[in-house]
């Protein structure tokens, strides 16, 4: 479980769920718009292929639109000796998110300035990535997490730091989930934040990640969720106000 780029200690409490391609078999999921890999490189490669090769399977010559992929890579496996076979990962992916321990993992790089991120450095690990090409065309995608410094999103011609959504720790409960719920936010917010399911949507789709990963991170444990004749709130918010005032503040935001 990714924590934000928080130093916390952190262990599994029951044993880790392994999940494979062969899982999707017969099951709706198989032809979800976006998947979320947490895997080593090699294996990143390994899913893409056999998720596409079961789709192909299951409807020949008619499996639809490619889905989009978001490769978050797994901590251990962010080392130098793992840079080949990322670069090669990252041809098989739509958008990479790790967090800005894990880019300069990959390099041999501390990306910390004191106890601020260095903007400047991760910015240039991103644009080796993608120099390198990011996505079968090169067109991809890469999300930094950053934890209380925010994130960062490059694309070609798209370069913008975003703050984290709580600005006070006292907001921050527990930061346990908060990686993952950001990159489910994101992986919605692609293919729902534009007029397609797109790497386009890229800057909103982050938005969204900062809103759900606030959510994840101000109790211990999941956030509560009602429903209500008006719809639903979670933490007794709901999560479209919260992601209106968000971009919001967005728009007096000073890059870094």
Not at 151 to 170: D, F, I
Not at 232 to 255: P, S
Request: charged fraction near 25%; charge should be negative.
């Amino acid at each position: 479980m990714v924590l934000m780029g928080v130093d916390v200690a952190f262990k599994y409490m029951t044993p880790k769920l392994r999940l494979a391609h062969e899982d999707l078999v017969d099951t709706p999921l198989l032809w979800s718009k976006s998947f979320h890999l947490i895997c080593s490189p090699l294996r990143c490669v390994d899913l893409v292929e056999n998720i596409l090769q079961l789709r192909e399977e299951a409807s020949p010559g008619n499996s639809g639109p490619c889905p989009l992929f978001i490769w978050e890579p797994v901590p251990d496996l962010c080392v130098p000796g793992e840079c080949e076979n990322c670069l090669k990962a990252l041809k098989y992916v739509d958008v990479v998110s790790p967090n800005n321990g894990e880019l300069g993992g990959f390099f041999g790089k501390d990306t910390m300035d004191g106890d601020q991120v260095d903007y400047r450095r991760v910015e240039s690990l991103c644009n080796q990535w993608l120099e390198s090409g990011i996505g079968a065309k090169g067109e991809g995608g890469v999300v930094v997490r950053c934890g209380k410094d925010g994130c960062l999103v490059m694309r070609r011609g798209l370069r913008k730091w975003m703050p984290a959504y709580h600005q006070s720790a006292e907001k921050v409960v527990d930061p346990t989930g908060g990686g993952n719920g950001f990159l489910g936010g994101l992986a919605v917010g692609l293919v729902r934040g534009g007029g397609r399911a797109s790497v386009e949507n890229l800057e909103e789709a982050a938005a969204w990640g900062s809103v759900t990963a606030s959510f994840a991170i101000e109790q211990v444990g999941m956030p509560k969720l009602r429903r209500n004749e008006t719809g639903e709130t979670w933490n007794g918010v709901n999560a479209e106000d919260k992601l209106a005032d968000f971009k919001q503040r967005l728009k007096g935001y000073i890059q870094p």
